[in-house]
T-cell receptor
Framework: GIQVEQSPPDLILQEGANSTLRCNFS?????LQWFHQNPWGQLINLFY???GTKQNGRLSATTVATERYSLLYISSSQTTDSGVYFC????????????FGTGTRLTIIP | NAGVTQTPKFQVLKTGQSMTLQCAQD?????MSWYRQDPGMGLRLIHY???????DQGEVPNGYNVSRSTTEDFPLRLLSAAPSQTSVYFC????????????FGPGTRLTVT
């Protein structure tokens, strides 16, 4: 299976700041997902983004599968953005299991 | 829709006890899976099912059993709990497989003493 590395592991920002989270894969990915785990532990799917760019409000994500990375952008951060962000991917569409990174812990200070 | 539901939310077991973690979804998803989350680590796949009557092992299956008698339910059984199974357990479902958008339940925090 693939290896997934996320950076940075921790990020502390002032409310209103922008941030970029990165996910690197050891092999090409045909499928990639970003999740947010809020401080209460709930995991929410943010993006299913095997390639290209998607936007949802203040969040956007870009995946360049051939270069084995994905980026999650958060603009105008709010305290509710705090939590841990995970990326997960698999190398063969529909066949390989999802492998999760160890996450980026984001703390937004009011 | 309730989405993915899990019970119980919290559980404390003694070493050697058995229990079943319940998971149900009402989205008519074919694919369901169980993950465990340990501090400082991402989620690791325990078992998964691609449909009723079909289950398979994930990355860390030892000590756990599953069955899938209906599309809606996917219980996880701990036959003889060990302290190493102290973790947070998440159930997830998706339309057709790993490569589709995963929906997670709220999790079960299990402590084995």
């Amino acid at each position: 299976g693939i290896q997934v590395e996320q950076s940075p592991p921790d990020l502390i920002l002032q409310e209103g700041a922008n941030s970029t989270l990165r996910c690197n894969f050891s092999d090409s990915v045909n499928n990639l997902q970003w999740f947010h785990q809020n401080p209460w532990g709930q995991l929410i799917n943010l993006f299913y983004i095997p390639s290209g760019t998607k936007q949802n409000g203040r969040l956007s994500a870009t995946t360049v599968a051939t270069e084995r990375y994905s980026l999650l952008y958060i603009s105008s951060s709010q305290t509710t953005d705090s939590g841990v962000y995970f990326c997960a991917g698999s190398s063969n569409f529909g066949n390989e299991k999802l492998t999760f990174g160890t996450g980026t812990r984001l703390t937004i200070i009011p | 829709n309730a989405g993915v539901t899990q019970t119980p939310k919290f559980q404390v077991l003694k070493t050697g006890q058995s229990m079943t973690l319940q998971c149900a979804q009402d989205m008519n998803h074919e694919y369901m899976s169980w993950y465990r989350q340990d501090p400082g680590m991402g989620l690791r796949l325990i078992h998964y099912s691609v449909g009723a009557g079909i289950t398979d092992q994930g990355e860390v299956p030892n000590g756990y059993n599953v069955s899938r008698s209906t599309t809606e339910d996917f219980p996880l059984r701990l036959l003889s709990a060990a302290p190493s199974q102290t973790s947070v357990y998440f159930c997830a479902s998706s339309r057709a497989g790993y490569s589709y958008e995963q929906y997670f339940g709220p999790g079960t925090r299990l402590t084995v003493t």
